[in-house]
């Protein structure tokens, strides 16, 4: 599986962004597909997830400023981010969980004050 992710960028504070992740190859029909984030010196972790039956989970942190969706093909998974704060400054990366995780290569979001 591969994970190709696009959508990251500069935005001032307040401002939002929608990151994409599309996954090709060996796609399973259950499986679950989400956002996580590292900023410089932290741990990476858990943005919101989506599950292929439509489960969502949300970090506290971003609940009610982001929005996980996933695809009609069930191989894209979108976040919108509305009402960016400089904390959410990180590299966001995808992940597809199936059996086993896999990555994408990571995408900066960098939110000016």
């Known amino acids: 599986v591969q994970l190709v992710e696009s959508g990251g960028g500069l935005v001032q504070a307040g401002g939002s962004l929608r990151l994409s992740c599309t996954a090709s190859?060996?796609?399973?029909?259950?499986?679950?597909m989400g956002w996580y984030r590292q900023a410089p010196g932290n741990q990476r972790e858990l943005i919101a997830s989506?599950?292929?039956?439509?489960?969502?989970t949300y970090a506290d942190s971003v609940k009610g400023r982001f929005t996980i969706s996933r695809g009609n093909g069930m191989n894209t998974v979108f976040l919108q981010m509305n009402s960016l704060k400089p904390e959410d400054t990180a590299v966001y990366y995808c992940n597809y969980r199936s059996v086993i995780d896999y990555w994408g290569q990571g995408t900066q979001v960098t939110v000016a004050s």
């Open positions: 989506a599950t292929s039956r439509g489960t969502t």
């Open positions: 190859g060996v796609i399973v029909s259950i499986n679950s």
